[in-house]
């Protein structure tokens, strides 16, 4: 089993579509974004379901293109969603006690492959979606001051319904979305963890080069 394989736990194939929709969420390769100037809870849940269902009609309006050529999945990402990514706060999150440590030029390099990471391990199921739906149930306040949580439902096909929550904050004056809770499981968390074990035996340069190999050999 590769590094990468290892940092999260495959899902059943049942789940498949749904952690690849959420997997990219986890990178803000799904942000959302919403201008803050006078921010509310319904601009963030239109944002959400808006921008979900959009992405989701993209892959299966382009399905026989992103199955064919991998390619083509990597430039829907580049057009739709990395222009609203809070790569910024992702990486704090995940690297956690360890983003202090880490200089300029490692958090860089790290934010970098990690995104790839995500990419590529959910290129496969994020390539299924098609016909899944999204239903925006709640808001609540975040951890912090800024945060938003909002709370949907994913279903379709063999899933049955997926509760799914989207950790958010205001940058710059919109909203973007930079965590995915799935049934209770904090993506960000999870990351954390295995990145902090690797960060333990080999150091923060040693996690960079492990991704970058990975994402080089296509087996992220």
């Known amino acids: 089993m590769s590094f ?7 899902a059943p194939r049942t789940y498949r579509p749904v952690m690849g929709l959420v997997g990219l969420l ?10 803050a100037a006078e ?8 944002l959400v379901e808006s921008t ?15 199955e064919a050529d991998p390619q083509a999945l990597l430039e829907i990402v580049d057009r739709l969603l990395l222009p609203h990514v809070d790569s910024e706060r992702m990486t704090r999150l995940v690297l956690g006690r ?3 440590q880490a200089t300029a030029a490692q958090r860089a390099e790290f934010k970098q492959e990690f995104q790839r990471l995500l990419v590529r391990t959910y290129a496969g199921p994020l390539s299924e979606l098609g016909n899944q739906e999204i239903e925006i149930v709640d808001t609540k306040p975040g951890g912090a ?18 509760p799914v929550a989207y950790r958010m904050a205001p940058v ?15 993506l960000v968390n999870n990351y954390r963890g295995s990145f902090a074990q690797k960060i333990q035996r080999d150091g923060i340069d040693g996690l960079i080069r492990t991704l970058r190999e990975q994402n080089e050999d296509g087996r992220g």
């Open 39 to 46: 921010p509310t809870e319904a601009e963030a849940r239109q």
């Open 4 to 10: 990468a394989s290892s940092l999260f736990p495959r």
């Open 172 to 186: 710059d004056g919109e909203w973007k979305s930079y965590d995915v809770v799935v049934d209770g499981i904090s």
């Open 145 to 162: 001051d800024d945060e938003l949580v909002v709370e949907s439902e994913v279903s379709g096909g063999d899933l049955g319904t997926v």
């Open 26 to 35: 986890l990178a803000g390769l799904l942000s959302v974004t919403v201008r």
């Open 98 to 100: 360890y983003y202090r």
């Open 52 to 66: 979900a269902e959009a992405v989701i009609a993209e892959i299966r309006d382009n399905q026989a293109a992103v």
